[in-house]
DNA sequence: CATGTACTCTTTGGATCCAATAGTTCGAAG
DNA sequence: CTTCGAACTATTGGATCCAAAGAGTACATG
């Protein structure tokens, strides 16, 4: 709800804020791949508008530094160093673990079993599928979980800052990294049951360090995964 | 240098962020006051460009939160709500205090020193020129004050979000009531004292406390601020 | 055969043009 | 006198046009 006031105050929906989601989706779904190129005429044509959109579409993508504008040269999706990685994941790290300390005053009995129950559904659901390329759907729901939290403590400011975070790197490879590695998602799992059980003990403290920890971790594996890759993204 | 690594990756300087950077200083200076309104022509006009790069740079500062577009109305300047204020000051002060806390175990003395140093000429400066309008200077040397802070935490990202944050409401006002109040002038050099102390001491949990409750501190101020004058904003 | 230079071609960047929209003002009718 | 409506105007939004810049290639020359 205040997130739907916040879009409404800051920009009420226009063509150039939709041209925008829907490139970014097409990042974070992996169909422009890291480092691929961002060709005005191209998206102006798979929309269905001229450049001038587009471009400006990209002026406000580029804000978020999820890609990249070399001048006279073009945008591209943006390849992050894994240093870089780390350092977002820090700071997001402290932002969640504050989201789960506020949320502990604040969180119902319903939303507590809401919680337990879309962790538990993604688990299934992700171990059925695993190996498969669902990846979105996984992300959706894991994404469901931490964006309930943040909803839940009450600053809109921060589910913003945490998202404009989360928005800096393509997340489709997160999102593969816990369907493909099963350990990985029995860990993931596992941590998300640890932040609940701490959210219904009351336990400020130990929620927003379970919180912390388990985004630390997070980054680590998606660091990891880009030092592993960074060097053959570009071949191909 | 980080920051300056980081800018170059994301966009090597060209003329639309430099167009963005203008409008952003033209709007923290406020020269174009809260509420007040963007127009393109006007801007292409000023700067002697044509409408479209105006466009793209308005565009990338409406990302920033700092100005809201209404949809074939134009760009005015946003007027915060005092809880807006609020929010983000909470969100800011965890992450000053993380990087307080991470620049205890790499500050140097040469850096302790340069802290007092460019605190006590801060307090010096801004009371010699109380109740005068020479805010931006003072404005400057608190800012770096806190930049130097979070540059020496050696996250870059922190630094980047805490940035963002810090551009999201125009700043005028803020050290418009340092120089204007005198208590609020002395507070404000006691809590930078007692930081540098803790940093001094080397006690990380102190100089993070401290640095979070001076910013929470700020930002009531400002939220205050905003309290009081909101109502007459509009009227001029 | 290698290397340097010039040319071409692709893509971005800025300016101008025209359409669409919302606010405002003037007028007419109740 | 008030209120509703319609036209006018100021401003944004999208498309098109042309210039500029960079990369790749081909050709010529040492």
Redesign the interface.
């Known amino acids: 709800m205040p997130d739907q006031a916040d879009e409404e105050?800051?920009?009420?929906a226009?063509l150039?804020d939709d041209l925008a989601a829907k490139i970014r989706d097409l990042i974070m779904a992996g169909e422009i791949p890291i480092g691929g190129q961002l060709r005005q005429a191209d998206l102006a044509a798979t929309f269905g508008v001229s450049r001038?959109p587009v471009?400006?579409?990209i002026?406000?993508l580029?804000?978020?530094?999820l890609i990249?504008?070399?001048?006279n040269r073009g945008a591209v999706v943006?390849v992050p160093a894994p240093w870089?990685v780390r350092?977002?994941y820090?700071?997001r790290a402290?932002?969640e673990a504050?989201a789960a300390r506020r949320a502990v005053s604040r969180i119902t009995r319903e939303q507590l079993d809401e919680l337990e129950v879309s962790n538990r559904e993604m688990y299934e659901h992700s171990a059925a599928q695993s190996a498969g390329e669902q990846a979105p759907t996984h992300r959706r729901a894991n994404d469901a979980f931490h964006t309930l939290i943040t909803e839940i403590s009450g600053?809109?400011?921060?589910g913003?800052?945490i998202e404009?975070?989360n928005g800096a790197f393509p997340r489709n490879v997160s999102s593969q990294l816990i369907v493909t590695d099963s350990r990985h998602r029995d860990e993931n799992f596992a941590e998300h049951e640890r932040i609940v059980a701490a959210l219904r003990a009351g336990d400020a403290d130990a929620a927003a360090e379970e919180m912390r920890v388990h985004v630390i971790k997070a980054g680590d594996a998606l660091a990891r995964w880009y030092e592993q890759r960074s060097s053959t993204v570009f071949s191909g």
Do not use: C, I, M
């Open positions: 105050a800051l920009s009420p226009t150039v001038t471009r400006e579409a002026r406000q580029q804000s978020g530094g990249a504008v070399h001048p943006r870089e350092e977002a820090e700071v402290e932002l504050l600053n809109a400011r921060l913003r800052t404009d975070l």
